[in-house]
């Protein structure tokens, strides 16, 4: 999730707003930074691995003059942090300088064919091709906003693009699809932008574009177009007036989107974070390679801490009933339960958010000193656990600021499900159309996650849990491991003793604690019918059941004592059940958290990443 700003003006110089800009931007990525100014000759670019103050104080930016300009502070996808593949890319004449966020699904086709053409590409990264895919059109086209438009149709996956060409020293071309990009329309000067915070001290007037929506910008003028399969069509003018809205907000207040605490606009951008994880990996050759790895092992181990471990659990149901593969679910800190027991011929899935946490990486090189090959699953590019795994897979859910793990998760269980998919097809459980209809399938999830985010806004109160400072979040079967999460959730946040337990278990020590009104959480998934056994246990001994299922899973019977919340329906696909679910219990501690007085993105105790013993 990188962070882009463009601005061009009449008669003022752009790079101290360009450097305010990414001040603004830097929540969306901190691995490397740069800028592109055309001055009165051609188009300059610095651009450098690190943070955006010292990178806008090593190059003086703000002395820079000229009056069109990009910028763009960057988390790194395709290709490790560095000065070569921080951003602007531009082509191999020097004259068209790019920015871009999100991840281009044919990455690997599209360089294949422009080095067939004869581009050098110099970088790791997808964006560059972007720069040498225009160069290549600019020769079949009138002109380069065609060029520009012919380039764009032939990306596949996600993308906020931002363009200065220096044949065009006074124009910004810009185009949207899954990324977020707006423009800012201003006096004398127009801007496009990832996010409102970058611009919002220079105009407060905003167009938020759509997807499929190009065009370009100039000090004076806005033109927007549609992508259509007939063409381009332009976005009329008076449709463009009334898209104009005003912001009202802080700059502070912006940051977030409105949103009081990181913690809520992480849990909304799920439906987008989870949609990165599917287009960013779903044809990834790394996949295919990790599946062989877990098809052909003698033993898998899958190891991770809190809510990583949590996603480990659902990652061994679905590698058991999706690809036939026994697996090993273990705490990362208590990896010398196992460590003399591990062969060069076992795998270690080592999954950590961060990359960096301590537990896990402790784990990782136990089991490397037995020989075991590691694969390793982090949101980080560079990070430790990816220098160290034998081979790495990228969550690429953006960066995440509130200290409890939200959007992470659930790219975390979306990335591992493909990876039980690829390695049932390894393991010869599923045949090329099979996998490609349980890979189609997994395409719901974002509008899936969308849904249970509004549907469970709506119906928890802020005081869902009352007074009480325990409760229980039971769940069979796939339901168990989102419970785990689930509760956990609601102890680091709302500080409630949340407890979860397999709820088959609970009828052996648990349900001694039931008493009138005891908070009792299921979370329903349709693979444990038998379910409905246990509510009615809790429900004849008191408890204030809540049953959490999606809408479409029929319990066997019916239970009147409990209420039953319903979520969006999942398709009678065990693999999209997490989605529906798992919103609802970190919206409930999101709730109890704020309306007990708690600041939920700073959770006392805790770190986003745990790097001590």
């Known amino acids: 999730m990188c962070g882009i700003i463009g601005v061009c003006s009449v008669d003022r110089n752009v790079a101290p707003m360009i450097s305010l800009g990414l001040r603004r931007l830097e929540y969306r990525g901190y691995d490397s930074v740069g800028v592109a100014i055309i001055d009165e000759r051609n188009v300059q670019v610095w651009k450098a691995k690190g943070d955006v103050d010292s990178f806008l104080s090593r190059f003086k930016i703000d002395s820079i003059a000229g009056k069109t300009g990009l910028g763009h ?50 970088s790791d990264t997808d ?10 059109e600019t020769q079949f086209s009138s002109s380069f906003f065609e060029a520009f438009a012919r380039a764009v149709s032939r990306l596949e996956g996600s993308y906020a693009i931002a363009v200065v060409n220096e044949e065009e020293p006074h124009r910004i071309y810009f185009a949207r699809m899954k ?16 996010d409102i915070p970058a611009i919002v001290e220079y105009t407060r007037r905003i167009i938020v574009l759509n997807d499929g929506e190009l065009g370009w910008i100039t000090p004076g003028e806005v033109r927007v177009f549609r992508l259509t399969d007939e063409g381009l069509v332009e976005v009329d003018r ?15 207040a912006a940051s977030k989107h409105g949103y009081p605490y990181f913690m809520m606009k992480e849990i909304v951008e799920q439906p987008d974070s989870v949609r990165s994880t599917y287009e960013g990996n779903v044809s990834d050759p790394v996949l295919k390679a990790i599946a ?40 990362a800190s208590e990896y010398k339960i196992l460590e003399r027991a591990v062969s060069k011929r076992d795998v270690v899935v080592a999954i950590s958010q961060s990359g960096e946490t301590f537990d896990t990486l402790e784990a990782v090189r136990a089991f490397k000193g037995k020989g075991a090959r590691v694969v390793g699953v982090t ?3 560079g990070s430790a656990l990816s220098r160290e795994a034998d081979i790495t897979v990228y969550m690429r859910a953006g960066p995440e600021i509130g200290v409890a793990a939200t959007k992470t998760f659930t790219s975390q269980i979306m990335l591992l499900t ?14 090329d159309s099979e996998v490609e209809a349980e890979i189609a399938s997994l395409a719901e999830a974002p509008d899936i996650v969308r849904e249970s985010i509004e549907r469970s806004i709506e119906v928890i109160n802020d005081r869902e849990l009352g007074e009480h400072r325990s409760a229980y979040i039971l769940g069979r079967g796939l339901g168990a491991h989102i419970a785990k999460e689930a509760a956990l959730k609601i102890k680091e946040i709302a500080y409630v003793h949340a407890e979860s337990y397999p709820a088959g278990e609970s009828k052996h020590g648990p349900i001694a ?37 999606p809408e479409d899973y029929k319990l066997p019977v019916g239970v009147k004592e409990a209420k039953i919340v319903e979520m969006p329906p999942t398709k009678k696909d065990i693999k999209l059940d997490p989605y529906a679910l798992t919103p609802y219990f970190q919206i409930l501690a999101y709730k109890e958290a704020v309306a007990r007085g708690y600041n939920p993105d700073k959770p006392r105790n805790l770190a986003k990443t745990v790097t001590v013993e």
């Open 179 to 194: 990324s977020p990009l707006v423009i800012g329309v201003g006096g004398g000067f127009n801007a496009v932008a990832s």
């Open 292 to 331: 062989s790895l877990l098809a052909t092992s003698d033993n898998i181990i899958v190891t991770g801490a809190g809510t990583s471990y949590h996603a480990g659990l659902v990652f061994t149901y679905y590698l058991a009933n999706i690809a036939g593969r026994h697996s090993i679910p273990l705490i």
């Open 379 to 381: 949101n980080v590019v």
């Open 513 to 549: 604690l039931i008493d009138k009104e005891f908070p009792v959480y299921f979370a329903a998934t349709r693979d444990s019918p038998e379910i409905t056994g246990n509510i009615m246990e809790m429900a004849a001994r008191g408890a204030r059941v809540v049953v959490v299922k």
């Open 418 to 431: 493909l990876i039980s998919i690829y390695t049932a097809r390894e393991a010869g459980l599923l045949g």
């Open 238 to 252: 008076e449709e463009l007036l009334s898209r104009i809205f005003f912001i009202e907000w802080s700059v502070e």
């Open 127 to 136: 964006t560059e091709l972007i720069a040498h895919l225009i160069e290549d």
């Open 73 to 122: 502070t960057r988390w790194a996808t395709h290709g490790p942090p560095s000065d070569v593949n921080a951003h602007p890319h531009m082509d191999c004449r020097g004259k068209i300088a790019v920015v871009h966020n999100g991840v281009l699904r044919n990455f690997v086709t599209l360089r294949s064919i422009l080095e067939l053409r004869g581009h050098s590409i110099v």
